[in-house]
């Protein structure tokens, strides 16, 4: 699947679906996994400007388990920037999830569990950023991406990333967060490793720009790495 109109996304596919044997080059969301018992495997990607390889969710409405991902080789990724009301993100990295390789922009009195990503390389060593999942409510009058109703649930738990290779540090900070009614909890590392070094906790995924490396903010909890 090739396009390179900005906003043109690769695959969106019902429950009980199968994705594999693909090349996917399109300048959004790769592949979006919006349904449950999903299968993703033996794919190559190539992330270009606009959107993430793996959409959790943007703002939609829907409860996702069961999904299992595997053999997945991100040969490239063209993404630059990743977000354009630079006065507003600065300060507020969790706005900037659009164009990490795993994205979360939001869902909607909805949950998602049970994803199993196995075996993913990605082999790009200008790695804009590698993980940014947010699950955010903002007040009445706020426009930037946010939920407006601050009570409702959304919730991702139970998320195994296992035998993930990164080339090289991303150049901006990985991030979880979710205030309000969201949540972000049981996700898990294991036999993650950047520049051929194992991770063994938050403080060694680290990225260029501040070396920090991971953030996880406000009602995050239980994030585990496995030898």
């Known amino acids: 699947i090739f ?9 969106k596919v019902g429950r009980n679906s199968t994705i594999e044997n693909s090349f ?3 300048n959004d969301d790769a592949i979006k996994m919006y349904n449950s018992n999903l299968v993703i495997r033996n794919n190559v990607l190539w992330q270009m400007t606009k959107g993430a390889a793996f959409q959790f969710g943007w703002q939609t409405v829907v409860t996702v388990r069961n999904v299992k991902v595997s053999n997945i080789d991100v040969i490239h990724s063209d993404a630059f920037t990743d977000y354009f009301k630079a006065e507003r993100s ?8 659009s164009k990490a390789v795993f994205s979360c922009m ?7 569990s049970e994803v199993v990503f196995d075996g993913v390389r990605v082999e790009d060593k200008g790695l804009l950023r590698l993980i940014g999942m947010r699950l955010v409510s903002y007040g009445p009058g706020d426009r930037y991406w946010g939920n407006l109703k601050p009570d409702s649930r959304k919730m991702i738990s139970g998320i195994a990333f296992r035998n993930i290779e990164v080339a090289k540090a991303p150049y901006k900070q990985n991030f979880l967060y979710a205030n309000k009614g969201g949540s972000i909890s049981n996700i898990s590392f294991e036999n993650f490793s950047v520049n051929g070094v194992k991770s063994r906790g938050t403080w060694d995924m680290t990225s260029v720009i501040d070396g920090a490396g991971f953030t996880a903010v406000e009602n995050v909890s239980n994030i585990f790495f496995i030898d």
């Open 106 to 112: 939001g869902i909607l009195n909805s949950e998602i």
């Open 3 to 11: 396009s390179w109109y900005s906003g043109s996304d690769g695959v």
């Open 24 to 26: 996917i080059k399109v």
């Open 90 to 97: 600065d300060n507020q990295p969790y706005l900037r999830s």
